[in-house]
């Protein structure tokens, strides 16, 4: 592992098999994150990005690859291959958010005792009053009403059923946390809301993010690096900066290019993605996206692009990356 990264995947595959059809849902995809940091991962629905956080925190089996992970305690572990015991212990430090709130919430349960479940899960020695203290402190954190925790999460809106689901996330002091379109089912005023209590939450306790989301702008508002999956590849890795500025590969800038600006004066030409994306279990020839490249050549049909790194820190899998001049995101306030 890289001296100062918490988390390294490494050549992760995710096959499906469903009546003899392979599905290759994630392939071939390496990062790695550093501690402290927000990786957002961004692409259409279908592209990978859920099953490959999923993949991350081992609730999906992985087919092939490496998921490296630095403990607490300084010791590099191989998150996909360590035993039961070992999971259990390690699970605490990598959390889940969920894209719905509504159906992550035991509808039965009052918000005191949801908060409360992960510490029952995984301390069972603690006792009850403690459970309380931890779970009443951390809904305080996430700003949610301490008066309110006898009641159910129906009697909650969504930013408020969101912010029960990160207090349920952060009560086993986790270290990373795989936030899967966490903000996507709220309202964009909410979304801003939810968007600042991770920030603060994540300088207050160190926390690493993997920020998984179809929205580009919110991936750009949190992220300081950012993939782009196409049909289960990781197409584009960087900084946010760069990847926003000069895009290196023709799916990303058609990606950005339907980012919305909230300024009724600019213009940006959108690039329309022809096509519906393939389907995974047939995938194209050659570069999985050339057939919704407006840059597609003959070789792109054939050959599968290498994904290499084209400048210091930055990925992508493109034949003409270094040739082509793409448009990044233009808009300057
Ligand atoms: Fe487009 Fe060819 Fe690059 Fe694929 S390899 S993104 S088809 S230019």
């Not at 600006?261 to 194209?284: C, H, M, S, W, Y």
């Not at 820190?313 to 001049?325: I, P, S």
Request: one cysteine or more.
């Amino acid at each position: 592992m890289e001296n100062n990264a918490i988390l390294e995947v490494k050549n992760v595959h995710k096959r499906f098999t469903s009546k003899n059809v392979v599905v290759k849902a994630v392939t071939d995809v390496s990062f790695s994150v550093e501690k402290g940091q927000t990786i957002g991962i961004v692409g259409e629905s279908g592209c990978g990005k859920t099953t490959l956080g999923r993949c991350i925190v081992r609730a999906y089996e992985a087919s092939e690859g490496e998921v490296y992970y630095r403990t607490e305690a300084g010791e590099e572990v191989d998150f996909l291959k360590i035993d039961k015991k070992k999971m259990k212990e390690i699970r605490k430090e990598i959390q889940m958010i969920f894209q719905d709130p509504y159906s992550s919430l035991d509808p039965r349960m009052t918000v005191l005792d949801i908060i409360k479940e992960p510490l029952k899960a995984n301390y069972p020695k603690m006792s009850k009053a403690e459970m309380d203290k931890k779970a009443i402190e951390m809904a305080v954190k996430v700003g949610l009403n301490p008066s309110y925790l006898m009641r159910y999460p129906h009697a909650f809106s969504g930013g408020q059923r969101q912010r029960i689901g990160i207090a349920r996330a952060l009560v086993l002091n986790p270290r990373i946390i795989v936030c899967d379109e966490a903000v996507s089912a709220l309202d964009v005023s909410i979304q801003a809301q939810v968007i600042n209590l991770l920030k603060d939450l994540q300088k207050e306790f160190g926390l690493t993010y993997l920020f998984i989301s179809h929205d580009l702008s919110v991936v750009e508002h949190i992220s300081d690096r950012v993939g782009v999956m196409y049909l289960g590849k990781m197409v584009e890795y960087g900084e946010t900066e760069q990847i926003f500025a000069h895009p290196k590969h023709p799916y990303t800038e058609a990606l950005m290019s339907a980012v919305p600006v909230a300024d009724p004066t600019f213009r940006q030409e959108r690039i329309p993605l022809k096509g519906e994306i393939p389907n995974p279990a047939n995938p194209p020839s050659g570069c999985y996206f050339h057939t919704r490249c407006r840059y597609c050549r003959q070789k792109c049909k054939e050959v599968a692009p290498e994904y290499k790194e084209i400048e210091p820190g930055h990925f992508v899998a493109c034949h003409y990356a270094k040739e082509l001049n793409l448009r990044g995101f233009e808009y300057t306030e």
